[in-house]
């Protein structure tokens, strides 16, 4: 009898955001693939409703501590210590031992790859990135092969970590059923991102307030964590009130209503001063929305998007101005929203990964 194919996963600090959404995308396809899966996860993810019973059982929890993150393999020193076994390193982080098997890192954060004062940052965030990408220098030849999603991420992978290649396979399943045409059109636009300061949101709206200053107030919405985004929330608010902008901030919503917000705006608006993907992008795109975004190599690695779309996200009057121009000719517009590289399923991502190690073995 065939042995089960198997794959133990390693990521506990992922409990939020597009890493999350990746993670329960690989745990499901693992799952409608027969294959089994084991690992670690972060302790939030044990009530995880996307998170099934087969899966609850086969992983441990864990806090999203450092040493977590880099010991838990001494809990499953039986199943690491198979020469065959295929573990991924999902979340950045190298394991400062090597395993047996064979192993992928997992890197879905740009900034990690990027000048440590490029973007504009909290004292806190730059430290802990300083901390990882010594970290990751330091450890990342315990793996045998590094993951991203982009060119330009793959590109910056080669250049600094050379001792190891990096693979380049970008993936996410989109399985909302498309219901547009029950959606009658109310915002102009929708900006779904955590409040992290390289998102962007405040040369935002002060293009929107800039925009307000001649009279324009074009409607946005913005999704945002009550728990995670306190201050930029009360910032927003406090421009909301101040100079009368049309802006509506929703707050904790779940996929499915995120869904329903895309379907009844213009445009995805994507201010992000970097990105190693983008999912909204792709989920903007996959709704046939039109897409406003920064003049970045990330955007322009994942969309063919016109000049006229694109505006230089550290300036907000760069801002306004592409978005006044994309409403003044809405209605006589060409459509913007192709991704023009192939994204994966969560299956052939999974697929993928042993496929590289069969080639490996032969």
Known sequence: MTQKKAIYINAPNIRHGGGLMLLETILESINSLNFSAKGNLNHTLESNPNIDKIHRKSFEFSESGFSNYIFPYLRNNDLLNDPEQIVLFFGNLPPVIKVKGISFLYIHSKLILEPTFKHKLTLATRLKLIFEKFFIFIFYKNVDYIVVQTPSMQQLSSQILKKRPTIEIPFFDFNYQNKQSNYKIEYDFFYPSYGYTYKNHKNLIKGLVLLAQKGIFPNLVIALDSKIDTELIQYI?????????????????????????????????????????????????????????????????????????????????????????????????ETNHKIKIKIFSGKEFIKKLFLVVSRRTI
């Open 237 to 333: 608010n406090n421009k909301i009130n101040l100079h009368k902008l049309n802006v509506h901030l929703i707050l904790d919503e779940n996929s499915e209503q995120m869904n329903d917000y895309y379907l009844s705006c213009k445009a995805l608006v994507w201010p992000s001063l970097t990105e190693s993907f983008g999912i909204p992008l792709v989920e903007a795109s996959r709704h046939r929305k039109d897409i406003l975004a920064s003049d970045l190599d990330y955007i322009h690695d994942i969309l063919e998007i016109k000049k006229e779309y694109c505006f230089d996200p550290n300036n907000p009057l760069s801002i306004a101005e592409c978005l006044n121009n994309y409403l003044s000719q809405y209605e006589n517009k």
